[in-house]
Nanobody, 121 residues
Framework: QLVESGGGLVQAGGSLRLSCAAS????????MGWFRQAPGKERTFVAA????????DYSDSVKGRFTISRDNAKNTVYLQMDSLKPEDTAVYHC????????????????WGQGTQVTVSS
């Protein structure tokens, strides 16, 4: 089970930190990631981090603004989002892939329900 938190409403240029708490599996066996889905659009990749925390991957649209991290002792993955833009508005979903890298949408084993992020201009 993946449970996201930390979404909300923020002005452009602001920051938010999303968290995803995992339970029921051996967290350290999974690559973890974040995807987002805006209204009427497909769910797209945002960022991912490897099991060993040695590799992180970002979409071009968030590179340099967002930072993904994980704490395997706490079974939690984070997404620090800085310099937010209105086009970052979406539902953000946590994702887990067992032994998968890179973590593309079709390789995700488990999804969270999502947390809404709204960036006002």
């Amino acid at each position: 089970q993946l449970v996201e938190s930390g979404g909300g409403l923020v002005q452009a240029g602001g920051s938010l930190r999303l968290s995803c708490a995992a339970s029921g599996r051996t967290f350290s066996n999974y690559a973890m990631g974040w995807f987002r889905q805006a209204p009427g659009k497909e769910r797209t990749f945002v960022a991912a981090i490897s099991r060993s925390i040695t590799i992180a991957d970002y979409s071009d649209s968030v590179k340099g603004r967002f930072t993904i991290s994980r704490d395997n002792a706490k079974n939690t993955v984070y997404l620090q989002m800085d310099s937010l833009k209105p086009e970052d508005t979406a539902v953000y979903h946590c994702a887990a892939g067992l032994g998968k890298w890179p973590l593309s949408r079709n390789l995700v084993n488990y999804w969270g329900q999502g947390t809404q992020v709204t960036v006002s201009s």
